[in-house]
């Protein structure tokens, strides 16, 4: 792992010096860095974006296979880099605020979940504990600590990724990705192409045959509709949900963690 991380560290070193160009988003970096960090009781050398032993792995077998290679890019890439200078809404004192309205449960989870890995030491935690309902929790807990980062770390991102994917014109693709962007790049394949997401209760069909994209556009046909009739009655809707439909991703949050 330390050749691994000495060959790989030069993919997001140069993008992360640019912080330094700028004092005052160096500085609300700094200070969000160490906030996130001491919330989930993470090493302070530790960096949660930089490429690991995977990669490695990944490279090798596309070589033995004569493969074609293509970077998506790095967690810092140039467009990200603008996004972050560019958002001046996260400030220490909104996390402080933000923390402080955190419900009680998070809190208690946010604990457990400093002491699994402090006792079993965080490389052993990641390695064998790291699930996809941790890493669901993680996303969630990191949107309301800090949702305009989300937004541009995690959503953004994915969608700069599924472009990329997608313009990669190849009969056979493999995708290698942080866990981290593995939920939300399988639903932003399912919405383009109208396919089903992994169903995590192998017993149950939670949208059966449905068509997404038919769904995305009726959700926008009712809201449109529902505007039109609101303001004709100058009144507000009685309710902003669709008709009660059991399959809809609202509904559904055993496999859209952004609804939790």
């Keep these: 792992m330390d050749l691994a991380n000495k060959s790989l560290k030069h993919l997001i070193s140069v993008p992360i010096n640019n912080f330094t160009k700028n004092p005052?988003?160096?500085?609300?970096w700094i200070l969000f860095n160490l906030f996130f960090k001491n919330f989930y009781g993470l090493p302070l050398e530790f960096n949660p974006f930089l490429p690991g032993l995977e990669i490695k792995y990944a490279?090798?077998?596309?070589k033995k296979l004569d493969s074609r290679t293509v970077f998506l890019g790095s967690a810092f890439d140039d467009t990200t880099l603008?996004?972050?200078?560019h958002e001046t809404r996260n400030s220490f004192l909104r996390n402080l605020s933000n923390?402080?309205?955190?419900?009680?449960?998070?809190?208690?989870?946010?604990?457990?979940?400093?002491?699994k890995h402090q006792n079993s030491g965080f490389t052993n935690f990641v390695?064998?504990?790291?699930?996809a309902p941790q890493m669901n929790w993680l996303i969630q807990t990191f949107q309301l600590l800090f949702p305009e980062y989300k937004r541009i770390l995690i959503d953004k991102k994915e969608e700069d990724m599924f472009r990329s994917i997608v313009n990669n014109k190849s009969k056979r693709m493999v995708a290698v990705?942080?866990?981290?962007?593995?939920?939300?790049?399988?639903?932003?394949?399912?919405?383009?192409?109208?396919?089903?997401?992994?169903?995590?209760e192998k017993r149950i069909n939670p949208i059966g045959d449905m068509s997404l994209r038919q769904m995305l556009y009726d959700q926008m046909y009712h809201a449109i509709m529902r505007e039109i009739k609101s303001s004709r009655e100058k009144s507000t809707p009685a309710s902003y949900t669709n008709d009660i439909n059991v399959y809809?991703?609202?509904f559904n949050h055993h496999y859209e963690h952004r609804n939790m």
């Design 177 to 200: 990705v942080n866990q981290l962007h593995m939920e939300g790049l399988e639903h932003h394949w399912c919405n383009a192409y109208g396919v089903l997401p992994r169903n995590m």
């Design 127 to 131: 390695e064998s504990n790291m699930d």
């Design 248 to 250: 809809h991703r609202e």
């Design 59 to 62: 490279l090798e077998e596309a």
């Design 99 to 115: 923390l402080f309205n955190l419900s009680h449960v998070y809190k208690v989870e946010g604990i457990e979940f400093k002491a």
């Design 24 to 28: 005052m988003f160096k500085l609300r």
């Design 82 to 85: 603008s996004r972050l200078k």
